[in-house]
């Protein structure tokens, strides 16, 4: 990447990582150390022409979110404003909006319906 002077580095999160909920100590860690990474890295190679973002996931309806119980779907739900889960496609249009935008660098992008 150095040597073409272009790349993009998109780090995939969770805004219930960046929340810091009870009992997700070692997952809010990681998550915020993964932050701080691509906030330093960033800096450190935005001169090539090289960005480095991170796109914060709120709720899908895919992977774990479909194993919930109804309950817990239901809580969750209340707590969007829409009322809904995302859809795939809010992801690859944010991932290429960061691809496509030279200066976009060091942001976070929230796609979490609000939450």
Known sequence: MIENKWGRIISMSSTGGM???RGTFLYTSSKHASLGMIK???KEYGKYNITFNTINLGNFNYGLFKKLSKNKKKEILSSIPSNKTGDIENILNAISFVIKSNYVNNSEICIDGGM
């Open 40 to 42: 330093t890295m960033s």
């Open 19 to 21: 929340r810091g909920d």
